[in-house]
């Protein structure tokens, strides 16, 4: 058993940076993809982006390409989001999860959930 802990959310203007990290706590991930997830109020949790076990690979929601940039350091168990360019749109909790396998859109392929950090980007 494990855990994934989410920090660096908080609250910025419009046009503005944050960094998130996810970092392992007994859990292994280093050969597991990763992926972040949003939620905002009143909506479903979507997809964000996810990255390659390697981190060869990365793959980004339309709304957020450009703007994000995940990446990881498999030596510190820790995967990060970089967010620029923010926008109100933007402010959702993010979690990161653990992806076991197969199509990486799909929440039902990440078998293990952070609690969460909240953004919160105003206008």
């Known amino acids: 058993q494990g855990q994934l802990v989410e920090s660096g959310g908080g609250s910025v203007q419009a046009g503005g940076s944050l960094r998130l990290s996810c970092a392992a706590s007994?859990?292994?991930?280093?050969?597991?993809?990763m992926g972040w997830f949003r939620q905002a109020p009143g909506k479903e949790r979507e997809f964000v982006s996810t990255i390659s076990w390697s981190g060869d690979y990365t793959y980004y929601a339309d709304d957020v390409k450009g703007r994000f940039t995940i990446s990881r350091d498999n030596a510190k168990d820790t995967v990060y989001l970089q967010m620029n360019s923010l926008k109100p749109e933007d402010t959702a909790v993010y979690y990161c999860a653990r992806l076991m396998g197969g199509f990486y859109r799909d929440q039902n392929r990440y078998d293990y959930w952070g609690q969460g950090t909240q953004v919160t980007v105003s206008s």
């Open positions: 007994g859990l292994f991930i280093r050969t597991h993809g």
